[in-house]
């Protein structure tokens, strides 16, 4: 039995609208009437015998089969986006949507002023940013690229380390003098706390001593927030002691409104990375922006190697 060839450009339009959540916008953007846009995602779900994505006058939303099929969809078009790209390299001209998945504070305070040279320098190149510090999966969410502040695990995605991210452990020297300056870990359980909670483990404190080891501590917590930017008017009113990335703290350190506690004892470090999905194609356009970025944030004022 002949076997027929894939749906590859059906599945390209079905990846685009999904990645777009509009079957209109996906028609904008890849410059294909709404009939054909639909008429595409019809041939698969005929072919397949199953629904990939559920309708409603408001909303579209994928089915239990159109999320397993995504991934692979969205592979399709990324390398075929990146092989069409490579065949017209000679014109040198990247263009079209780049989605850029960012932690939020980091994402404000420090990459959005990189971006005016960028688009000065690539003004066919549209920009998608998605600012959260929630960690996207970047092929299931069709993101290109992501800057994430972590400690990598192993994973299949592509990593380029910018710079390392130091965390301190920061109060105010009110608050220091009223409260105390600890010299041991044990010593913050009789400290009021402010938590970060997208870290690894929320509500353990970790810190390293080059003689003493590492200790753990759980103080307690007298505020919580999912954004550390949060954190930074009650630390500088003496409300509470916090472990704090230094690219969010390092201006109040130089003012002195914030200082460093137990500087003997060190949280682990992050680092800054690009993670990028894995295939070993890449548009123009995406490969400009990783560029761009690794220029202008591998030595940001706060980096300190």
Same mark, same amino acid.
């Given at each position: ?8 450009e ?15 916008? /996906? &028609? *904008? ?8 846009? @639909? ?8 072919? #397949? ?47 079209g ?6 932690p #939020? ?52 995605? #592509? ?12 109060? @105010? ?13 044990? *010593? ?6 402010? /938590? ?37 008017? &009650? ?6 002691i916090?472990? *704090? ?20 004892w ?6 800054l ?6 295939s ?6 995406? *490969? ?11 030595? &940001?004022?706060? &980096?300190?190697?």
């Amino acid at each position: 039995m002949t076997r027929r060839l894939p749906d590859l450009e059906a599945w390209a339009i079905f990846a685009k609208v999904a990645e777009l959540g509009s079957f209109a916008r /996906a &028609a *904008q953007e890849l410059g294909l009437s709404n009939p054909t846009v @639909s008429k595409a995602i019809g041939r698969l779900e005929a072919r #397949l015998g199953i629904s990939l994505l559920a309708r409603t006058s408001r909303r579209l939303s994928l089915t239990e089969g159109g999320r397993s099929s995504l991934e692979r969809a969205m592979r399709i078009l990324r390398e075929g986006e990146a092989l069409e790209d490579e065949a017209a390299e000679q014109l040198a001209i990247p263009r079209g949507r780049v989605r850029i998945s960012a932690p #939020l504070s980091f994402g404000i305070g420090y990459m959005a002023a990189t971006l005016p040279d960028f688009l000065n320098a690539y003004p066919d190149v549209i920009l998608d940013f998605a600012l959260s510090d929630r960690q996207v999966d970047l092929v299931a969410e069709g993101f290109d690229l992501a800057l994430r502040i972590a400690r990598l695990e192993d994973s299949s995605l #592509l990593a380029r380390r910018l710079c390392t991210v130091r965390l301190l452990l920061v109060a @105010s020297p009110t608050y220091l003098d009223a409260r105390g300056r600890p010299t041991h870990p044990a *010593q913050l359980r009789d400290h009021r706390a402010l /938590a970060y909670t997208g870290g690894a483990t929320p509500g353990s404190w970790r810190f390293a001593h080059p003689q003493f080891g590492e200790e753990v501590v759980q103080p307690s917590v007298a505020m919580w927030t999912d954004n550390a930017d949060m954190l930074g008017p &009650a630390l500088v009113a003496g409300q509470g002691i916090a472990i *704090q990335p230094e690219f969010l703290v390092w201006r109040e350190l130089g003012e002195g409104t914030l200082e460093i506690a137990m500087p003997d004892w060190t949280p682990p470090p992050l680092a800054l990375h690009l993670i990028m999905p894995p295939s070993p194609l890449r548009p123009l356009r995406v *490969q400009a922006v990783i560029d761009h970025l690794a220029a202008a944030l591998a030595h &940001a004022p706060w &980096a300190c190697d």
